[in-house]
Nanobody
Framework: QVQLVESGGGLVQAGGSLKLSCAAS??????MGWFRQAPGKEREFVAG????????YYGDSVKGRFTISRDNAKNTGYLQMNSLKPEDTAVYYC???????????????WGQGTQVTVSS
């Protein structure tokens, strides 16, 4: 079991930055990822990171703007979001996959989500 709790969401103007955190407890070896879901849309993959942190993978819509990282000593993952756009507005979910050793994950565990709103 992995319990995930996101934080750091909020309201920001277009062009601004936010950093999301995902605090994990329970199992300690898992790949981690971030997904998002906007109203009326399907949940979308944003970024993934391997257990070691050595490999990352991004969705096309966030490449070059978002950076995923993790601190295994703190059992915490992060998503640094820069150059935010109104279309980045969504609920952002942290996810963990204990079966993956790559940044390509199939989530087995989800956090509760944190709202990110980007105003124009």
């Amino acid at each position: 079991q992995v319990q995930l709790v996101e934080s750091g969401g909020g309201l920001v103007q277009a062009g601004g930055s936010l950093k999301l955190s995902c605090a994990a407890s329970g199992r300690t070896r898992y790949a981690m990822g971030w997904f998002r879901q906007a109203p009326g849309k399907e949940r979308e993959f944003v970024a993934g990171i391997s257990w070691s942190g050595g490999s990352t993978y991004y969705g096309d819509s966030v490449k070059g703007r978002f950076t995923i990282s993790r601190d295994n000593a703190k059992n915490t993952g992060y998503l640094q979001m820069n150059s935010l756009k109104p279309e980045d507005t969504a609920v952002y979910y942290c996810a963990a996959d204990p079966r993956s050793y790559s940044p390509i994950i199939t989530p087995a565990y989800w956090g509760q989500g944190t709202q990110v709103t980007v105003s124009s």
